[in-house]
């Protein structure tokens, strides 16, 4: 009850119902806030002191998917930071020129169902490695890869 009053007094917040009850909710610049903390949708982080709020989300903290890729590439969850950096809408095309591992596309689809993703590098080794992750991860028809250059 104190963060949401002193979220209230830096205009951050409406006043609201006691955060006991089942009720609990408020609205930020006219977005609705709802409080579930049994599977919440974003996590917060806030530090307070007696001279100021800090608050973060933390962005690189994917949601968990049952699978890891068995030809490592860049850390999953970097890839996951850049494609929900690129939100990502259904019906769009994700072509990544130089996908080596194809880490980016994985995360991407695995995530982000509706998105045509295509993969293309020069080195054959990376795309044998690039084709066998999105096997793995059970992607085949989400995700192409080519062999060739994108010139």
């Not at 030809?71 to 939100?87: E, N, Q």
């Not at 994700?94 to 293309?120: I, Q, S």
């Amino acid at each position: 009850q104190h963060l949401r009053e002193v979220l209230h007094g830096l205009g951050m917040a409406s006043p609201g119902p006691d955060p006991s009850s089942s009720a609990c909710s408020d609205s930020v610049h006219g977005l609705p806030l709802h409080h579930a903390a049994a599977a919440p949708d974003l996590y917060i982080h806030v530090h307070l002191t007696p001279t100021g709020i800090t608050a973060g989300v933390p962005l690189l903290v994917r949601r968990v998917k049952t699978y890891y890729l068995p030809v490592k590439g860049l850390h999953h969850s970097v890839c996951w930071g850049l494609a929900l950096s690129a939100r990502l809408r259904p019906g769009e095309v994700v072509l990544d020129p130089m996908c080596g591992k194809a880490t980016v596309l994985c995360e991407a689809a695995a995530f982000w169902p509706g998105v045509r993703y295509l993969g293309c590098d020069i080195d054959g080794a990376q795309v044998a490695d690039a084709v066998l992750n999105t096997e793995y991860a059970g992607l085949q028809g989400k995700v192409e890869i080519v062999l060739g250059s994108v010139r």
